[in-house]
């Protein structure tokens, strides 16, 4: 296989840190990111001739543009971006900052949205090229005390899977991965926003205790193993969109699945007897 190069988001640690070390043992280039180049710049210097360490605040129009820039004029080109840079706040929706979900947002949305958009081009013109959105198993199942990361991983859900359809007649592929709790560091980094409200001390309230109570066996999923995963999907002829990782991940999206076939199918007659007579044989979609 020819080496192709990867631009990687949130790479000073945790699962892109792991991404981006396995893609570079592979004999593959990669473009990694952080918020400050000195984060990846170690990385970078152990393989000086297929690693580039670029500062790049997704949030940040400019340094996207420059980021994106730098990395097609350096290696040619960007085969497979990796957008995985997010943060989190933990609180119930009435009690954190409208300051913080609205950064929440900037990070874990908008900006892969608007790097998916400055590579497209390039992917385009090629023929070719990948991306791959990590969102969470709370992009599927969401929690009280952490609604507004879900609702930002459940957009880039949506965006993927709109994306795909749109790009796959043109030899390119989108996919989301769904981690669940890995060993990334990320419960060093999370903390509450806003003041805690007491009536939501059994809801929102018990998660936030709980994130002062952490251990490492909370945290079951390896992120070299993740990263071997998400190598192999990138590069496998077999079309996967959705990539679930993690036993937990897979038990939480389980049982979700099956609430919605529950509830669903409970309301199916309902949905059928809100149509015009006769007008589900003409339905658009």
């Known amino acids: 296989m020819n080496s192709r190069t990867w631009l990687i988001t949130g790479a000073s640690r945790g699962l892109g840190k792991a991404l981006a070390e396995y893609v570079l043992a592979q004999g593959d280039q990669a473009v990694v990111t952080a918020s400050t180049v000195e984060a990846t710049s170690e990385l970078a210097a152990r393989y000086p001739n297929t690693a580039l360490a670029l500062p790049l605040d997704v949030s940040d129009p400019q340094q996207r543009a420059e980021g994106v820039r730098r990395a097609e004029e350096h290696f040619g080109g960007i085969d497979i971006l990796v957008n995985n840079a997010a943060i989190d706040f933990i609180g119930a929706l009435e009690e954190q900052e409208e300051d913080d979900y609205r950064r929440l947002f900037e990070i874990n949305f908008f900006g892969p949205v608007a790097l998916t958009r400055l590579v497209l081009p390039g992917m385009r013109k090629r023929g070719s090229g990948t991306v791959i959105n990590v969102s969470s198993m709370d992009g599927l199942a969401s929690l009280a005390a952490n609604g507004y990361y879900s609702a930002s991983k459940f957009a880039l859900e949506g965006f993927t899977e709109a994306l795909w359809q749109e790009i796959e007649p043109l030899g390119l592929r989108a996919m989301i991965i ?32 709980m994130m002062g109570n952490l251990t490492p066996a909370m945290f079951p999923g390896d992120p070299e193993q993740a990263a071997k995963v998400i190598y192999q999907a990138a590069g496998s002829e077999e079309l996967r969109h959705w990539i679930v990782l993690g036993s937990d991940a897979q038990r939480r999206i389980d049982a979700k699945l099956t609430q919605l076939r529950t509830e669903f199918d409970a309301g199916r007659d309902v949905a059928l007897s809100t149509d015009f007579p006769g007008s589900a044989d003409h339905a658009v979609l």
């Open 178 to 209: 769904q981690p669940g709790s890995f060993r990334t560091g990320i419960e060093q980094r999370t903390r509450a926003s806003g003041p805690a409200i007491a009536d939501y001390a059994a809801t929102a309230g018990a998660f936030r205790a």
